[in-house]
């Protein structure tokens, strides 16, 4: 069992940056992957960017090369750094893990929202 709570959403004009984070607690020791999924109104949630056990990254086309996401040694806290942000990035923000034996865990989210 894990619990994840996310912090950092706002509005921000576009152009600018905003920094995600999301609080693990629980059992993390078996937390395997950890990453962050988005869903904007009248759309289907989508992976934005994932952390694996080995540190490996991936990241959706759409958000390739503006940012980034990140964790701690501990896996207590994943963080998306987020850049040259456009409207389209408007949508809540969810945290996600998955456990060793293949169990989902979702934060409440948080809204990010780009707009002038």
């Known amino acids: 069992q894990v619990q994840l709570v996310e912090s950092g959403g706002g509005l921000v004009q576009p152009g600018g940056s905003l920094r995600l984070s999301c609080a693990a607690s629980?059992?993390?020791?078996?937390?395997?992957?950890m990453g962050w999924y988005r869903q904007a109104p009248g759309k289907e949630r989508e992976l934005v960017a994932r952390?694996?056990?080995?540190?490996?990254?991936w990241y959706a086309d759409s958000v390739k090369g503006r940012f980034a996401i990140s964790r701690d040694n501990a896996k207590t806290m994943v963080n998306l750094q987020m850049s040259s942000l456009q409207p389209e990035d408007t949508a809540v923000y969810y945290c996600?893990?998955?456990?060793?034996?293949?169990?989902?865990?979702w934060g409440q989210g948080t809204q990010v929202t780009v707009s002038s």
């Open positions: 629980g059992s993390i020791s078996s937390i395997n992957t």
């Open positions: 952390i694996y056990r080995s540190g490996g990254e």
């Open positions: 996600n893990v998955i456990t060793t034996d293949l169990k989902a865990y």
